[in-house]
């Protein structure tokens, strides 16, 4: 297993010169995103036309399943989660007072992280990493209608994309891929420092850029 690290991002813009909303999310490119699994929107905030702003995030390379509570296409909750790591397998069960278990993980395949659901019926799972100071994880990829007896199969790196939108709101699950160019893309775990800050610029030629700094 290797070394959990956690990286702590701030997002600022100084007089933009316009409103500017800024969504994050862990979209890159990976198979079967939109057909198996989804990713879901992690942070939205908006920047003001003038003064200052500015948004953090942060981040642990500590993954959790969780059974997904989903309301009107966003994530509400999760009713229990697990840690997993690369190459471990869990179990979904619900007992007789249908509470939701996951069994403490045992090994599996390298290169992938696997939720099985035995349930008896078909469930909602999802992904997501554990937050400093919370109890439950902050979503990431969404598995939905993981059929009785089958896998939610996940692989993960940490590859966080940012566009500017309107169009979606915290937590909610995305159906199909962002519209809007993305502005900027980073592996968090390439990242050289635990802190980093990046600055929101706007002009009429480039138009939106994130830049370290």
Not at 38 to 61: Q, R
Not at 182 to 206: F, G, N, P, R
Request: with cysteine.
């Amino acid at each position: 297993m290797s070394e959990v690290f956690v990286r702590n991002l701030s997002f600022q813009a100084h007089d933009l010169g316009r409103e500017a909303t800024l969504l994050l999310t862990f979209d890159g490119n990976m198979k079967g995103m939109y057909e198996k699994f989804f990713p879901i929107v992690w942070k939205v905030c908006t920047f003001g036309k003038e003064g200052y702003h500015s948004m953090s995030a942060a981040y642990t390379s500590q993954l959790a399943f969780f059974k997904a509570q989903v309301d009107d296409g966003t994530i509400t909750e999760a009713a229990t989660c697990v840690n997993i790591n690369d190459g471990e397998i869990t179990t979904l069960t619900q007992d007789d007072d249908e509470v939701f278990h996951f069994s403490d993980p045992v090994a599996g395949t390298e290169g992938y992280m696997l939720a099985k659901n035995e349930t008896g019926f078909v469930q909602d799972i999802a992904i997501g990493f554990m937050s400093p100071g919370k109890l439950m994880p902050t979503p990431a990829l969404y598995f939905s209608d993981v059929g009785d007896g089958s896998c939610a199969e996940a692989t993960f790196t940490p590859k966080l994309r940012a566009y500017i939108t309107t169009d979606f709101v915290q937590t909610a699950i995305l159906q199909r891929a962002i519209d809007t160019q993305c502005i900027w893309e980073q592996d968090l775990s390439c990242l050289d420092s635990e802190v980093t800050t990046w600055t929101l610029t706007y002009d009429s030629c480039h138009g939106y850029k994130l830049a370290r700094g």
